[in-house]
């Protein structure tokens, strides 16, 4: 199965081309900005594909980052996935960030629990807790920095994300003290390549992920008709 990945949810602007079935990273690149993601995500594309030395047509999948995470981040590339499997007839699968940010550590088979924890600004992380085998514990959601803590019943946690450090700092000193806290800025492109590969598109739709609504909302008297 060859897989084209894309993630710029966060502060990665990133794409990959992977060959499941040799269990080969064909092409990868991963470009660390805050915004921008817009103009660089095509010529980004076009430069994996080209590496990869596979056409489009080739593809038997996509795969792409869902949220939570920036809105304008989210939109550039779902709708880029979106579009390539549309003008390909590929299917694509979505994958939330936090899973995404999970999974390298899931894959250690450690007993220890994992956190991803993405800043919601404002006080408030996204937040997901999954045992060492990826069993959920607390499931996706905003939540104040403080309710975090709870997680520390289940054991010394290895916390992943950009709020990773975040929660660190704050961590109260009559709570177990993390066992690991990797404040990545965005997901592995890899992994999200991996993680497309073992989805099923049907069960997991490319549409976002948010767990809020939009900071930005239309004024009144100034909605946009529905076009459809």
């Known amino acids: 199965m060859i897989v084209l990945a894309i993630d710029t949810a966060l502060d990665y602007c990133a ?16 470009l660390e900005m805050k915004r921008g993601h817009a103009e660089a995500l095509m010529p980004l594309i076009a430069r994996v594909m080209k590496a990869s030395g596979r056409s489009y047509l080739d593809l ?26 549309l003008a390909a007839g590929k299917p694509v699968a979505g994958l939330t960030t936090l899973s995404v940010y999970a999974a ?71 709570v177990p003290a993390p066992a690991l806290v990797d404040p990545k800025p965005g997901p592995d492109i890899a992994w999200v390549a ?9 069960s997991a739709p490319a549409k976002p992920f948010y767990l809020r609504p939009p900071d930005a909302k239309p004024k009144p008297g100034f909605v946009v008709p529905d076009m459809r």
Do not use: C, K
Not at 118 to 140: S, T
């Open 15 to 30: 794409a990959a081309v992977l060959d499941a079935g040799a269990q080969t990273m064909i092409a990868q690149e991963t």
């Open 60 to 85: 038997d999948r996509i795969a792409v980052t869902t949220g939570p995470g920036s809105f304008t981040g989210l939109r550039v590339g779902i709708s880029a996935a979106r579009g390539i499997g």
């Open 104 to 174: 390298p550590l899931v894959a250690e088979q450690q007993e220890q629990p994992i956190v991803a924890a993405i800043d919601a600004r404002h006080d408030h992380v996204y937040f997901q807790a999954v045992a060492g085998n990826g069993a959920v514990l607390m499931r996706p959601a905003i939540i104040p920095i403080e309710d975090t803590f709870a997680a520390a019943r289940f054991g010394a946690l290895r916390m992943v994300g950009n709020a990773a450090r975040l929660l660190a700092d704050r961590w109260p000193s009559n």
């Open 194 to 202: 991996w993680l497309g590969a073992a989805t099923d598109p049907d």
